[in-house]
């Protein structure tokens, strides 16, 4: 089979080693001597934030790697530093890139995970190569328990060498683009083939067929895997590439970013990524400062990225306000709570509405939209669990008892009912309110044994009024009872309140503000959230549902300040504030826990840029405490391992640009180094990752795909398979941007995506020519499936001037044309080096027959590689068939320079060279493109003389054999004839069968060939039949005319050879349809038929001679002759009767057992018993006068007798 050559294997998979930490530009990093950037550099002032479009600076794409396999432990100490500090740098710079990814995936409000992604199969390692060709190796072995018939067995084993032995299966595992499905696909694609050419089998369709043979292939394939197992491992592969949860999500780019586990929790634990509330906020202050940003752009347009055309820097500010709007309708569109998304609030505008204290009573309709109590209603779920009761001592034992409960004077519900002496229960009264501060009543009775009594008796109550933040865990509560009730009743009870998802915090302090809340006072407040951006803090009363007052926190900042001693003497210890311009609310807490807890809420729900710094730290403790006190161990733990630079940066100051190219790469190159065969498509997790990030900092979608061209470019050149369709959906959402379509919405193109651009369009194109080139090796066996006839379909996108003018079809069909004419040169190139063809044309010592072995050689894997292209990428050139042909003819061109060597260097008058124009003409021939082409008319011109010259030898040498060979023959029985004769027919038929085989291309040549082949034939054959007659008549005088003659066996002989020349004759030279203008069968037709009558003739003369001269001894009995009175008184025999008796017998066995044509003996015995009739009757005649002596009578009836064995 046609195999590739290693060293051009070797050097496209040395240029680069296959470290999943070390990419392309990270190498040309390290070999430039570029340091990667530190972490400083990330964060850059308004003046320069726009560096982060620059597209050029490949420096970034790559860093070295921290692995300590990269340097050499020979560095100079200096050196050894600064490779250290680069690479703490890095990391970094990774940590803080880390940070950015945590935040998308924890709190995702733009992109989801895809589902509709096709599914990618498992890769195949080169290890799992070599176990596939030992398991198949196995098989042909037969070595396994797999039962095949011949039929599966022979297209294994085509499967074998072709497919698996081939080189350039090995580049493709190599290049990554290699799956089990592929293996699968080729050899299904080749056995449908073979089983439609398969005979038909009653009760058995070739469906079935095809079906059991792919069932043993995947046995052979699967080996001995335990077969339960396979299918779960294979789900659970699917499932991983499909979706992947948050924690799986962290991990992946853990692995990609180099980020270790503890890092992890350090950072998850201190952005808080669990508190949805916290991720949220986070986001709102990133949009403020993005909008910051926007600004400083709009008052200095030339801090901004330089444009193709001016007009668009102001486009670019709206743009970028666009998306700052756009992100906020997104954060606004994620629910708050159940019934809330239909607010006025739910989707704010950009320009927010101002904040005014509004008391319930201060709502008019002619004020500007403000909160209303529809805004911020509360639903509440309790649960009342009562457990046991204690104390009930003046109680009879027998006495049944049972508890009600109602909230805010709602539907009561009751318990079981208990005896007095075990009063126990485990129920649980639900209830809803919208009340934040709602009154739980639960009742203890007995019933009342009393026949007129209609009431229980009630022996006590209790009143809870628990709030969100009160305790979860049951405690006693002291019944209020009657005056009749003289116990001391105690209740185990608990009360859950669960908080309502748009309650932020809740809690009672002091406050006082400005317009709201005037006078110093401890309310209960909650802090309700409306929307995303619409945060409220209210204030309520017992039983009301409604706030009393309430007040919107947008544009107030909230930090903690020391206490007022004026306000403290009337209340509070903990205070806090939280200011705006024209107002401001103070508020205190009794406990320094409660006080953090608040200022931490307001800061998430503000969405104030500063952080406010708790002055006193909490030491620990249970609740409250605790969630403070891990919180603030977080940060500390953070702050302590250097992660509290990475939290607390402002995202808006980094390159983000940047940061996406590098992240893009790593996840690039973690893709391409993972279990599937991917071609350089994102996992669904990756692209969700990817869209959020690009959504939430602002990173351009032609930078994205610019990028992503860039690193799939550099993996392409590095001989790492990528998928054509890929590079055409990146590179044609760039084209349709840069020539202005807004494929993302966005107008403006920079200076720097244009020229990238151009220059990603320049790589595209030569490395498409190249991979066109190249089809065979990098598409082999046409994998990955339709990859051709994308990278075809891209080449034409490529060449394309704009987006909206196609190119000339002529254009397109000069560039492949091109391609194909290289790809020629390139086949051919490595068909030879396979074969050594240029060592055998160029060796003088190597014999002409081995050299024509081995073109003959080269033959059969042109034709190979020719029936492949056919076989596998074909129907990838269909739009370009002529082309595809034209490459054929010039790959044929080529061979036909060494075909020319090779024939020249034989010897004059060889005939070897004959099976080349065999094995070449028959395959040209069948297939209909190349059959009269160039090399096929070449191939004619070449041979032509060679086959006329062969026939005039072998027509010299026919007509020497017959002159020697009937000079010398003996006349011996061979065959049908005699050894001359088989020899001259035998040459004559292998002559006609060779010719015909040939199946010489030319039709005029080929019936001048024809014509004087039967020619031929038939003038070879009638020297033939000449040369037996002379020598039958030579044969046919011998012997005497008496009853002791016996037909030699070499006459018999002859019989044959004029019989077996006419059957050869209808075979060498049968009637033909132009009858009328060759007539050379006819003429040896009638030749042979006259010698074979004249044959005939002549030994019936001679046989007939015989009965004559009997006749003539019988004469001398005549009556009245002399003998007659003398030979009257002798008494004689039946001696001359029975001698002729023995002849005609003797001759009759001779001749029947040593003639082979049924048809000439009944002829010949015709002739014979006619003219030994017509004799025997004109010697009767001529004695009708006389009487015939007893003697005479005697022997003509026993003559007679005789006669009938001739009949």
Same mark, same amino acid.
Request: with cysteine; glycine share 6%.
């Given at each position: 089979m046609l195999k590739s050559s290693s060293s051009e294997d070797e050097s496209e998979s040395e240029d680069y080693p296959d470290d999943p930490d070390i990419s392309h530009s990270s190498q040309r990093n390290l070999r430039e001597g570029v340091s990667a950037s530190s972490n400083d550099s990330l964060a850059h002032s308004t003046s320069a934030v726009h560096t982060r479009g620059s597209l050029s600076d490949r420096s970034v794409g790559r860093p070295s790697s921290p692995s300590h396999s990269v340097s050499t432990s020979s560095e100079p100490p200096g050196r050894e530093e600064e490779r250290a500090l680069r690479e703490e740098e890095e990391h970094k710079r990774r940590l803080q890139l880390y940070v950015f990814v945590m935040r998308c995936i924890a709190y995702p409000f733009n992109a989801k995970q895809p589902t509709d992604m096709v599914r990618r199969q498992t890769k195949v390692t080169r290890q799992q190569l070599q176990i596939i060709k030992d398991r198949f190796q196995t098989f042909l072995n037969g070595d396994t328990q797999i039962v095949a018939d011949e039929a599966f067995c022979n297209a294994v084993q085509s499967y074998y060498e072709v497919f698996l032995k081939s080189d350039r299966v090995l580049k493709m595992v190599?290049?990554?683009?290699?799956?089990?499905?592929?293996?699968?696909?080729?050899?299904?694609?080749?056995?449908?083939?073979?089983?439609?050419?398969?005979?038909?089998?009653?009760?058995?369709?070739?469906?079935?067929?095809?079906?059991?043979?792919?069932?043993?292939?995947?046995?052979?394939?699967?080996?001995?895997?335990?077969?339960?197992?396979?299918?779960?491992?294979?789900?659970t592969l699917?499932?991983?590439?499909?979706?992947?949860?948050?924690?799986?999500?962290?991990?992946?780019?853990?692995?990609?970013?180099?980020?270790?586990?503890?890092?992890?929790?350090?950072?998850?634990?201190?952005?808080?990524?669990?508190?949805?509330?916290?991720?949220?906020?986070?986001?709102?202050?990133?949009?403020?400062?993005?909008?910051?940003?926007?600004?400083?752009?709009?008052?200095?347009?030339?801090?901004?990225?330089?444009?193709v055309l001016k007009e668009m820097e102001e486009m670019y500010v709206e743009e970028l306000r666009a998306q700052v709007n756009l992100l906020m309708a997104n954060l606004e569109s994620l629910p708050v709570s159940k019934g809330n998304t239909d607010s006025k609030y739910s989707l704010q505008k950009l320009k927010r509405a101002q904040n005014t204290a509004v008391s319930m009573m201060e709502v008019t309709e002619d004020s500007e939209p403000t909160l209303s109590k529809a805004d911020v209603v509360l639903s509440f779920t309790l649960e009342v669990l009562v457990m046991e009761v204690k104390g009930l001592k003046s109680l009879a034992p027998n006495r049944i008892v049972y508890?009600?409960?109602?909230?805010?004077?709602?539907?009561?519900?009751?318990?079981?009912?208990?005896?007095?002496?075990?009063?126990?229960?485990?129920?649980?009264?639900?209830?809803?309110?919208?009340?934040?501060?709602?009154?739980?009543?639960?009742?203890?009775?007995?019933?009342?044994?009393?026949?007129?009594?209609? $009431?229980?008796? #009630?022996?006590?109550?209790?009143?809870? *009024?628990? =709030?969100?933040? %009160?305790? &979860?865990?049951?405690?006693?509560?002291?019944?209020?009872?009657?005056?009749?009730?003289?116990?001391?009743?105690?209740?185990?009870?608990?009360?859950?309140?669960?908080?309502?998802?748009?309650?932020?915090?809740?809690?009672?302090?002091?406050?006082?503000?400005?317009?709201?809340?005037?006078?110093?006072?401890?309310?209960?407040?909650?802090?309700?959230?409306?929307?995303?951006?619409?945060?409220?803090?209210?204030?309520?009363?017992?039983?009301?549902?409604?706030?009393?007052?309430?007040?919107?926190?947008?544009?107030?900042?909230?930090?903690?300040?020391?206490?007022?001693?004026?306000?403290?003497?009337?209340?509070?210890?903990?205070?806090?504030?939280?200011?705006?311009?024209?107002?401001?609310?103070?508020?205190?807490?009794?406990?320094?826990? $409660?006080?953090? #807890?608040?200022?931490?809420?307001?800061? *998430?729900? =503000?969405?104030? %840029?500063? &952080?406010?710094?708790?002055?006193?730290?909490?030491?620990?403790?249970?609740?409250s405490n605790a969630i403070i006190s891990r919180l603030q161990g977080d940060a500390d733990r953070a702050r302590k391992h250097g992660m509290d630079e990475f939290i607390q940066r402002n995202p808006s100051t980094f390159n983000h640009a940047q940061l996406f190219k590098l992240l893009q790469e790593l996840?690039?190159?973690?893709?391409?180094?993972?279990?599937?065969?991917?071609?350089?498509?994102?996992?669904?997790?990756?692209?969700?990752?990817?869209?959020?990030?690009?959504?939430?900092?602002?990173?351009?979608?032609?930078?994205?795909?610019?990028?992503?061209?860039?690193?799939?470019?550099?993996?392409?050149?590095?001989?790492?398979?990528?998928?054509?369709?890929?590079?055409?959906?990146?590179?044609?959402?760039?084209?349709?941007?840069?020539?202005?379509?807004r494929p993302d919405g966005n107008g403006t193109v920079t200076v720097e995506e244009t020229d990238k651009f151009e220059e990603i369009k320049e790589r595209l194109r030569v490395l498409l020519e190249y991979q066109i080139t190249h089809f065979r090796y990098c598409f082999p066996f046409g994998r990955p499936d339709q990859a051709l006839k994308a990278a075809l379909s891209l080449l034409e996108r490529v060449l394309m001037k704009d987006i909206a003018t196609p190119i000339p079809q002529e254009e397109v069909f000069s560039t492949i044309e091109k391609c194909l004419k290289n790809a020629a040169l390139v086949n051919y190139e490595q068909v030879s080096t396979y074969a050594k063809i240029e060592e055998?044309?160029?060796?003088?010592?190597?014999?002409?027959?081995?050299?024509?072995?081995?073109?003959?050689?080269?033959?059969?894997?042109?034709?190979?590689?020719?029936?492949?292209?056919?076989?596998?990428?074909?129907?990838?050139?269909?739009?370009?068939?002529?082309?595809?042909?034209?490459?054929?003819?010039?790959?044929?061109?080529?061979?036909?320079?060494?075909?020319d060597a090779a024939l020249e260097a034989q010897p004059q008058d060889t005939w070897d060279s004959f099976p080349l124009f065999q094995l070449l003409n028959d395959y040209i021939r069948s297939d209909p493109n190349l059959n009269g082409g160039r090399f096929h008319q070449h191939l004619r011109d070449t041979f032509a003389?060679?086959?006329?010259?062969?026939?005039?030898?072998?027509?010299?040498?026919?007509?020497?054999?017959?002159?020697?060979?009937?000079?010398?023959?003996?006349?011996?029985?061979?065959?049908?004839?005699?050894?001359?004769?088989?020899?001259?027919?035998?040459?004559?038929?292998?002559?006609?069968?060779?010719?015909?085989?040939?199946?010489?291309?030319?039709?005029?040549?080929?019936?001048?060939?024809?014509?004087?082949?039967?020619?031929?034939?038939?003038?070879?054959?009638?020297?033939?039949?000449n040369r037996t007659m002379k020598a039958f008549e030579?044969?046919?005088k011998k012997g005497r005319t008496t009853t002791d003659y016996r037909v030699p066996s070499e006459i018999c002989v002859m019989f044959n050879v004029l019989n077996d020349a006419r059957n050869q004759s209808l075979k060498l030279c049968p009637p033909n349809r132009d009858q009328e203008?060759?007539?050379?069968?006819?003429?040896?037709?009638?030749?042979?038929?006259?010698?074979?009558?004249?044959?005939?003739?002549?030994?019936?003369?001679?046989?007939?001679?015989?009965?004559?001269?009997?006749?003539?001894?019988?004469?001398?009995?005549?009556?009245?002759?002399?003998?007659?009175?003398?030979?009257?008184?002798?008494?004689?025999?039946?001696?001359?009767?029975?001698?002729?008796?023995?002849?005609?017998?003797?001759?009759?066995?001779?001749?029947t057992a040593r003639t082979h044509d049924d048809q000439f003996l009944l002829c010949l015995y015709e002739a014979w018993y006619t003219s030994n009739m017509n004799l025997l009757c004109d010697w009767l005649s001529d004695r009708m006068e006389i009487q015939l002596h007893i003697y005479q009578l005697n022997t003509l009836l026993r003559i007679t007798k005789v006669f009938f064995c001739l009949d």
């Open positions: 190599n290049s990554g683009g290699c799956s089990s499905n592929d293996f699968r696909e080729v050899f299904k694609n080749n056995v449908e083939k073979r089983v439609r050419s398969l005979p038909e089998i009653d009760g058995l369709s070739k469906e079935t067929v095809l079906s059991s043979w792919m069932t043993k292939f995947d046995a052979i394939y699967r080996g001995e895997e335990d077969q339960r197992k396979q299918p779960q491992r294979l789900s699917a499932g991983s590439e499909l979706i992947l949860s948050k924690e799986q999500l962290y991990e992946m780019f853990q692995n990609i970013l180099g980020v270790k586990k503890f890092e992890h929790q350090l950072l998850y634990n201190a952005c808080q990524l669990d508190n949805a509330d916290e991720q949220a906020a986070q986001i709102r202050r990133e949009l403020d400062g993005r909008l910051q940003f926007i600004e400083s752009i709009a008052k200095q347009p030339k801090k901004g990225p330089k444009f508890c009600t409960m109602e909230v805010d004077g709602g539907d009561k519900l009751q318990t079981d009912q208990a005896e007095a002496s075990k009063p126990a229960w485990d129920t649980q009264g639900d209830f809803t309110t919208t009340h934040p501060m709602p009154i739980v009543k639960v009742k203890l009775y007995t019933e009342n044994t009393g026949m007129l009594s209609i $009431d229980d008796t #009630l022996l006590g109550k209790v009143v809870v *009024r628990p =709030t969100p933040n %009160s305790p &979860k865990t049951p405690e006693w509560y002291k019944l209020y009872t009657p005056k009749s009730v003289t116990d001391k009743i105690t209740l185990k009870l608990a009360v859950r309140m669960d908080k309502p998802q748009n309650m932020k915090h809740c809690g009672w302090t002091y406050c006082q503000g400005r317009t709201a809340w005037k006078k110093w006072k401890k309310r209960f407040y909650v802090l309700v959230q409306v929307s995303q951006y619409t945060f409220a803090m209210c204030s309520y009363r017992e039983k009301k549902a409604d706030p009393n007052e309430m007040m919107q926190l947008d544009g107030f900042t909230v930090n903690y300040i020391d206490a007022d001693q004026e306000l403290e003497a009337q209340g509070g210890r903990f205070f806090f504030k939280a200011v705006k311009e024209g107002d401001s609310l103070t508020f205190a807490c009794d406990e320094e826990v $409660d006080r953090q #807890l608040w200022v931490q809420a307001i800061y *998430r729900a =503000t969405g104030q %840029s500063y &952080k406010p710094v708790p002055p006193t730290q909490i030491s620990g403790g249970k609740g996840m690039l190159d973690h893709r391409l180094n993972d279990s599937f065969s991917c071609l350089g498509w994102f996992s669904p997790g990756q692209i969700f990752v990817l869209d959020e990030y690009c959504a939430r900092y602002g990173v351009r979608g032609c930078h994205r795909h610019l990028c992503y061209l860039d690193n799939l470019l550099d993996r392409a050149e590095n001989s790492q398979m990528i998928d054509p369709t890929l590079i055409h959906y990146s590179f044609a959402f760039c084209a349709s941007h840069v020539h202005g379509n055998s044309l160029n060796s003088i010592d190597l014999p002409p027959e081995r050299r024509l072995e081995d073109v003959i050689h080269l033959a059969e894997l042109c034709i190979d590689v020719l029936q492949q292209n056919d076989e596998h990428h074909a129907e990838a050139f269909a739009w370009f068939s002529d082309l595809l042909i034209e490459h054929a003819e010039l790959f044929w061109s080529l061979y036909a320079v060494d075909m003389s060679q086959v006329i010259r062969y026939v005039d030898l072998m027509e010299s040498s026919i007509a020497q054999s017959i002159h020697k060979g009937f000079e010398k023959e003996r006349w011996q029985p061979e065959g049908n004839g005699t050894p001359t004769s088989e020899e001259i027919f035998w040459k004559l038929d292998a002559l006609q069968s060779f010719i015909r085989e040939l199946h010489w291309p030319d039709e005029e040549f080929a019936r001048h060939l024809d014509h004087r082949l039967k020619q031929m034939a038939a003038d070879m054959v009638e020297s033939c039949v030579c044969w046919i203008t060759y007539q050379y069968h006819t003429q040896i037709e009638s030749v042979i038929q006259g010698e074979n009558k004249k044959m005939v003739n002549e030994l019936v003369t001679k046989l007939t001679q015989v009965l004559r001269n009997v006749l003539d001894k019988l004469a001398r009995y005549d009556e009245g002759t002399f003998f007659a009175s003398i030979l009257s008184f002798t008494n004689p025999g039946m001696e001359l009767a029975d001698a002729y008796a023995e002849f005609i017998c003797d001759n009759l066995e001779d001749i």
